[in-house]
């Protein structure tokens, strides 16, 4: 397969435009491109087929490892060699040059398409997260955990930002992501599932929830509702929770972050799906 070759060395306007997408969400979602920075997040994109427009490789500093030589063959795409020093502006990692970054198409999945594991279904919503490295962090936990799809719900955080991108390490690539505006279009959602006689409970994590976490029964079809990082669930999350529940904690903090929120909340479905049984609501 013959593939176009090019060598950037300065800032044209190619490499302005990549520039963009590190800071720029408009930037970003009008080319629909970003940039997958890192080996695993690269890894996990090329395993699952992500769609990938470019490959950027470094030209200069020494040979290419084995490892990035095989990226850039491996992706069967256009590659381009840019030089060191611009390279590490992509980077943004201080006194680190990259070796390879991944120009790729950014994905816009339908609630609707979604789909859900025949087992009890488990589906992440993040309720207006303000952080990207946040969304990236419960993205991560999400995939680990099992979870079928992670939704971000109204304006919040973009999950093709750099900083959502690398602190997901490749789990972005690895389950859908899906954003949509309202709370009504997740309960819509919900409700065509029970209509198909799929069990489904959306339930709701927040320090003044009715029910300890480990009271809830979360052995049938979950939907997990993590709050604003700094507001919490707003309003019509809490009015379209079957149930809230509560995290215990002591010492001087006064609540859990989003991330860790999140990451309690998975492990307490997975051991009681592990286990079979839990405590029942009281």
């Keep these: 397969m013959n593939r176009k070759k090019m060598l ?11 520039q963009s997408f590190l800071s720029n969400r408009t930037k970003r979602s009008r080319a629909g491109l970003f940039l997958i920075q890192g080996v695993r997040p690269l890894n996990v994109a090329l395993d699952r087929d992500w769609p990938i427009e470019a490959i ?25 060699g840019v030089s060191t020093d611009l390279m590490a ?17 950014t994905r816009h999945p339908r609630l609707r398409d979604v789909h859900l594991a025949a087992a009890p279904p488990l589906v992440v919503v993040f309720d207006r997260p303000t952080s990207p490295g946040n969304l990236g962090t419960l ?10 799809a992670v939704v971000v719900v109204g304006h919040g955080a973009d999950p093709y930002d750099p900083q959502a991108v690398r602190a997901s390490t490749g789990s972005l ?4 992501v899906v954003t949509v505006s309202s709370v009504d279009e997740v309960l819509a959602f919900r409700d065509s599932w029970r209509g198909r006689g799929t069990d489904m409970t959306v339930v709701g994590t927040d320090e003044t929830g009715s029910v300890v976490i480990d009271g809830h029964d979360f052995t049938t079809g979950t939907m997990l509702v993590v709050g604003n990082e700094t507001k919490g669930m707003s309003a019509a999350w809490r009015q379209g929770c079957d149930v809230v529940v509560n995290i215990p904690i002591g010492g001087a903090a006064s609540s859990l972050g989003a991330p860790s929120a999140g990451a309690v ?17 009281s």
């Design 8 to 18: 950037v060395t300065t800032r044209n306007a190619r490499f302005q435009q990549w």
């Design 56 to 80: 950027l490789h470094r030209v200069g500093g020494g040979a290419l490892s084995e490892w990035a030589r095989d990226v850039t063959n491996r992706a069967g795409v256009e590659h381009i």
């Design 89 to 105: 502006e992509l980077g943004e990692k201080s006194g680190t040059v990259p070796e390879v970054i991944a120009v790729a198409r």
């Design 139 to 148: 993205i991560r936990t999400a995939d680990a955990f099992g979870a079928d």
């Design 173 to 176: 690539f690895a389950l859908p």
């Design 265 to 281: 909340g998975l492990y307490e479905i997975a051991r009681q799906r592990r286990q079979g049984c839990c405590r029942q609501e």
